[in-house]
């Protein structure tokens, strides 16, 4: 099994910056963040695999950056110019195998999840 622990989340204000923590029991193959707002679906903001290849979210690329430290077994979600739209409950999220690269952002090919963490941005 493995455990993860996000950590991190707040309420800031629009154009604020938070970062993410993940910590993983165990060292993975993959890993990812994903978010859920309300009356949303769950969609996938960003992965990172353990060869350093990373995804994004198109409406996040440029704004979110995916980091891991691999000692540490703790995966990072720094963010910036937050948005309103950007308020969602994010989630850590992991794989023990190798994802095709069009599954790094699919909720489906994660086995282990965290418990979440809550960003809000207010505008």
């Known amino acids: 099994q493995v455990q993860l622990m996000e950590s991190g989340g707040g309420s800031v204000q629009a154009g604020g910056s938070l970062r993410l923590s993940c910590a993983a029991s165990?060292?993975?193959?993959?890993m990812a963040w994903f978010r859920q707002g309300q009356g949303k679906e769950r969609e996938g903001v960003a992965a990172?695999?353990?060869?350093?290849?990373?995804t994004y979210e198109p409406s996040v690329k440029g704004r979110f950056t995916i980091s891991k430290d691999n000692f540490e077994n703790t995966l990072y979600l720094k963010m910036s110019s937050l948005k309103p739209e950007d308020t969602a409950m994010y989630y850590c999220?992991?794989?023990?195998?190798?994802?095709?690269?069009?599954?790094?952002?699919?909720?489906?090919?994660?086995?282990?999840w965290g418990q979440g963490t809550q960003v809000t941005v207010s505008s």
């Open positions: 165990k060292d993975v193959h993959c």
């Open positions: 990172r695999t353990n060869s350093d290849m990373t």
């Open positions: 999220a992991a794989a023990i195998y190798p994802l095709a690269a069009v599954r790094l952002l699919r909720s489906e090919a994660y086995k282990y």
